[in-house]
């Protein structure tokens, strides 16, 4: 009888937690490097949970790719994410079709489902990519990773 008792209240439990990660919004910080081929890159996308800051593991993420400029002009094919080794992280390769700022579309779905966009200028030099003000979805502060600084408008 304890036993079934327990049982029940970790069963809550987990639900719980599970219920409160379906319904929290996802916070992405992504990073794109220049890959061997041209106009090809290689992004790192990590997800956490807006309020928790946990990472969000077993998602499906679908990377699509616009020009807020010139939308719809340009036909870069949605790409899945794969996972990564560390827990929330995800890699995806992008070819896009020219240098400039582009509109990135994440589509998560999985323990929970959101939209992130976040917007990037893939610039002319070799690493030069800048995340730029604009972003809906993923609100926050600076961070700077390396070749690629990246500013969330607040």
């Not at 939308?71 to 070819?95: D, W």
């Amino acid at each position: 009888m304890r036993i079934s008792i327990a049982a029940a209240a970790l069963s809550v439990t987990l639900m719980a937690n599970a219920a409160a990660l379906a319904g929290e919004r996802v916070a992405a910080d992504v990073s794109c490097t220049p890959a061997a081929e041209d106009l090809t890159y290689d992004c790192m996308i990590m997800l956490k949970g807006k309020k928790s800051g946990d990472p969000v593991e077993g998602a499906e993420v679908v990377v699509k790719a616009d020009m807020p400029s010139m939308p719809l002009a340009h036909n870069v094919r949605p790409v899945k994410a794969a996972p990564a080794a560390m827990p929330g992280h995800y890699t995806a390769t992008l070819q896009l079709e020219m240098l400039g700022e582009w509109a990135l579309t994440l589509d998560v779905s999985g323990p929970t489902r959101d939209r992130v966009v976040k917007k990037l200028d893939f610039g002319a030099g070799a690493g030069e990519m800048e995340h730029t003000h604009g972003d809906t979805e993923d609100h926050g502060g600076e961070m700077d990773h390396g070749d690629m600084k990246m500013e969330d408008s607040q």
